[in-house]
């Protein structure tokens, strides 16, 4: 089982960032999909969450109508989309599949600064 992230960097205020998340080795189609955060000293945060059956999603309060998490099944990604940041939102950012079973990748790092 594999989660890969890629699609971080360092970014100015205001701008934007895609994330991607590979997945391999499970039913990726039947598992939920959620990006955390942990910012240094900080508890890691769930950010965003897409389901497997009705595709709805949910998001964090401090990110809401700036992110979009989406999923593409053929391809076995779950993306966010990552709009209008903010330094807060600097952070090492992580996806992880939910349902029989609990997977995690290692992370992307995000910074943003001028």
């Known amino acids: 089982v594999q989660l890969v992230e890629s699609g971080g960097g360092l970014v100015q205020p205001g701008g934007s960032l895609r994330l991607s998340c590979v997945a391999s080795?499970?039913?990726?189609?039947?598992?939920?999909l959620r990006w955390y955060r942990q910012a240094p000293g900080k508890e890691r945060e769930s950010v965003a969450t897409?389901?497997?059956?009705?595709?709805?999603?949910t998001y964090a309060n401090s990110v809401k109508g700036r992110f979009t998490i989406s999923r593409d099944n053929a391809e076995n990604t779950v993306y966010l989309q990552m709009n209008r940041l903010k330094p807060e939102d600097t952070a090492m950012y992580y996806c992880?599949?939910?349902?029989?079973?609990?997977?995690w990748g290692q992370g992307t790092q995000v910074t943003v600064s001028s």
């Open positions: 992880n599949a939910f349902s029989f079973s609990v997977y």
């Open positions: 080795g499970f039913s990726f189609s039947s598992y939920g």
């Open positions: 897409i389901y497997q059956s009705v595709r709805s999603t």
